[in-house]
């Protein structure tokens, strides 16, 4: 990017954003990847690209900017915000592969986005409240949503409705 094209991109951004909150979301997403990062032992077989993950922030914060424009709202919902944060993390691949790691790594960034998306609806919550006879059919369906996140169009807006939808279910299982 040459400085008249990110002088540009900053005067946009800070038109809808301050830079605190372009801070404060960069240093969320970059602890949920360095979380991600130890949680799962990616260590020696991939490494994180923190410079596609500022251009992922970058893409991040302007389709959030023209969605707040299009919209005319001032904020975006924690949904909205996890959705085209797993979308663009899907498009950009910010952890990428050491040469001749295991091809178990092959899909780290779906799994990735898979990570914030169950913890976006709650489903990494200890207090969760699953029903034991629901477990094989709860990861079956866990299984499903990788797929879709490794083949299918994952588009912001069909991330989002994977969340509105697990949101509605848990509420239609606390009814039960």
Not at 5 to 15: D, I, M, Q, Y
Not at 24 to 33: E, F, I, K, P, Q
Not at 135 to 157: G, V
Request: charged letters at 30%.
């Amino acid at each position: 990017m040459d400085k008249e094209e990110a002088r540009r991109l900053k005067e946009e951004l800070n038109e809808s954003f301050s830079d605190e909150y372009i801070n404060n979301a960069g240093l969320l997403l970059h602890r949920l990847a360095e979380a991600f990062y130890r949680e799962n032992d990616l260590e020696g077989h991939v490494y994180f690209n923190d410079c596609i993950f500022e251009y992922c922030l970058i893409d991040i914060l302007v389709d959030i900017a023209r969605l707040k424009h299009f919209h005319d709202i001032s904020r975006v919902n924690y949904v909205k915000f996890i959705a085209y944060t797993a979308s663009w993390c899907l498009k950009r691949k910010p952890f990428q592969l050491i040469e001749g790691c295991d091809e178990k790594y092959l899909y780290v960034n779906e799994t990735f986005a898979l990570s914030l998306l169950l913890q976006a609806s709650g489903c990494l919550d200890e207090d969760a409240g699953y029903y034991e006879e629901d477990r094989e059919a709860l990861i079956d369906e866990i299984r499903q949503i990788f797929y879709h996140l490794k083949y299918r169009n994952t588009n912001p807006q069909t991330l989002e409705l994977f969340l509105i939808g697990m949101r509605a279910g848990k509420k239609i299982r606390d009814v039960k």
